[in-house]
């Protein structure tokens, strides 16, 4: 069984609009969590990183938010535009692990 | 910094052929990697390299694969002979830092398709 789940594993949404991607985990002892995101033939690109103390963290319009108790993720996306569409893949790393846990990603379409 | 160079972008191949990567990582990272992206799996660690030894290449799927990291600023991977289901996007990647705390800096990959 994967240790990075995603979901929806994709969604079309109306260029304006918001929406948020979800991220389980049962990484553990949890390090911190990353969302990248993936444009299409390209390779992906780092948002944000969550670590354990952390509960919100923004980056312009993406914000991403973190519960470690329930080892749950999201990443918010504020008043989409054409360009946000794209694969986001969460990415969680355990301590004393070198070995990164891949979700498949969201894959997100904007529509104008 | 131009970013992590690979090469070539494409590679169309015949079954039993042999394939080499490329990459250039980003100067002063002390970390490389090797992805291998499909629809199914999603992103699989192959092999990582620090300090251009080879730390751990667990996720190599079988001898046909191999990959070598002779300089800091180059590393090959290769597949020796190709199959169909290597068809996948190979990425390279860079790092300053440890895998589980560095941010991982991505090429563009490189798409095989093995005919």
């Known amino acids: 069984k994967n240790q990075v789940e995603q979901s929806p594993q994709s969604l079309i949404i109306l260029e304006g609009k918001n929406c948020t991607l979800q991220?389980?985990?049962?990484?553990?002892?949890?390090?911190?969590l990353r969302w990248y995101k993936q444009d299409t033939g390209r390779g992906p690109v780092s948002l944000t990183i969550?670590?354990?103390?952390?509960n919100t963290k923004s980056n312009g319009r993406y914000t991403a938010t973190l519960d470690a108790d329930t080892k749950q993720s999201s990443l918010h996306i504020t008043a989409s535009q054409l360009s946000d569409s794209a694969s986001y893949i969460c990415?969680?790393?355990?301590?004393?692990?070198?070995?990164?846990?891949f979700g498949k990603g969201n894959q997100v379409v904007v529509i104008p | 910094d131009a970013g992590v160079i690979q090469s070539p972008r494409h590679e169309v191949t015949e079954m039993g052929q042999e394939v080499t990567l490329r990459c250039k990582p980003i100067?002063?990272?002390?970390?490389l990697f090797w992805y291998r992206q499909t629809m199914m799996r999603g992103l699989e660690l192959l092999i990582y390299?620090?300090?251009?030894?080879?730390?751990?290449d667990s996720g190599m799927p079988e001898d046909r694969f191999s990959a070598k990291m002779p300089n800091a600023s180059f590393s090959t991977l290769k597949i020796q002979p190709s199959e169909p289901r290597d068809s996948a996007v190979y990425f390279c990647?860079?790092?300053?830092?440890?895998?589980?705390?560095?941010?991982?800096?991505f090429g563009e990959g490189s798409r095989l398709t093995v005919l």
């Open positions: 969550m670590t354990f103390s952390e």
């Open positions: 100067s002063g990272h002390d970390y």
């Open positions: 390299f620090n300090n251009n030894v080879p730390i751990d």
């Open positions: 990415v969680v790393s355990a301590y004393g692990n070198n070995r990164l846990a």
């Open positions: 990647a860079s790092s300053l830092d440890r895998p589980n705390t560095g941010e991982l800096f």
């Open positions: 991220c389980n985990y049962t990484v553990s002892p949890f390090s911190n």
